[in-house]
């Protein structure tokens, strides 16, 4: 997969759509994240070149305890784009759509029965395609599930994705203040 440098070479802007955020482009550049349990959908409007990617953490705004960004839901990160699009004189029949992550981050060693019920990256799948469906909208390619990470680009002018799957060393948390 190309790195930051090589998709740098081409001239595009890229940003980085980081966890409950959304983004939405009307001009080309490349939007780019790296998953575990979140979930991300690229939306692409072939006919105007637009494009949006959303970077939610947890399924649905019911989970929210006061008024959270929108994008941090996969149902209401889905509502979000949607609406982008449509202000823009879009309509959602004419988005195309692709599904990414929601890995299984727990420990292979807890019991299966608390990996299931803890599994968050699938109830963000399965939320995520619940919402697209109340658009009538649903993913043209997925690559969900699984135990690995995900890293991305999306060309919001082509609708293309690059994905990488990682592998366990290349997904880390770094404490507060520690640069990698």
């Given at each position: 997969m190309p790195t930051n440098a090589s998709f740098g070479s081409l001239g595009l802007p890229i940003a980085h759509v980081s966890?409950?955020?959304?983004a939405?482009?009307?001009?080309?550049?490349?939007?780019?994240?790296?998953?575990?349990?979140?979930?991300?959908?690229?939306?692409?409007h072939p006919k105007r070149q637009a494009g949006g990617m959303f970077h939610a953490?947890?399924?649905?705004?019911?989970?929210?305890?006061?008024?959270?960004r929108p994008c941090t839901f996969a149902d209401q990160a889905v509502a979000s784009l949607v609406e982008r699009f449509r202000?823009?004189?879009?309509k959602a029949a004419d988005l195309v759509v692709k599904l990414f992550g929601g890995?299984?981050?727990?420990?292979?060693?807890?019991p299966i029965a608390l990996r299931e019920f803890l599994d968050v990256g699938k109830k963000n799948v399965d939320s995520a395609r619940a919402a697209l469906a109340s658009?009538?909208?649903h993913p043209v390619a997925?690559?969900?599930l699984g135990?690995?990470?995900?890293?991305?680009?999306?060309?919001?002018?082509?609708?293309?994705?690059?994905?990488?799957?990682?592998?366990?060393?290349?997904?880390?948390?770094l404490p507060p203040g520690e640069l990698g």
């Open positions: 966890i409950g955020d959304c939405f482009a009307t001009r080309p550049m490349l939007l780019t994240t790296v998953l575990g349990s979140c979930v991300c959908a690229t939306f692409y953490m947890l399924p649905d705004a019911s989970m929210a305890r006061h008024n959270s202000v823009q004189g879009m890995a299984n981050t727990m420990i292979s060693s807890q658009f009538g909208l997925e690559d969900t135990s690995r990470g995900r890293k991305l680009f999306f060309a919001t002018a082509t609708g293309q994705v690059w994905l990488t799957r990682l592998t366990p060393g290349e997904l880390r948390t």
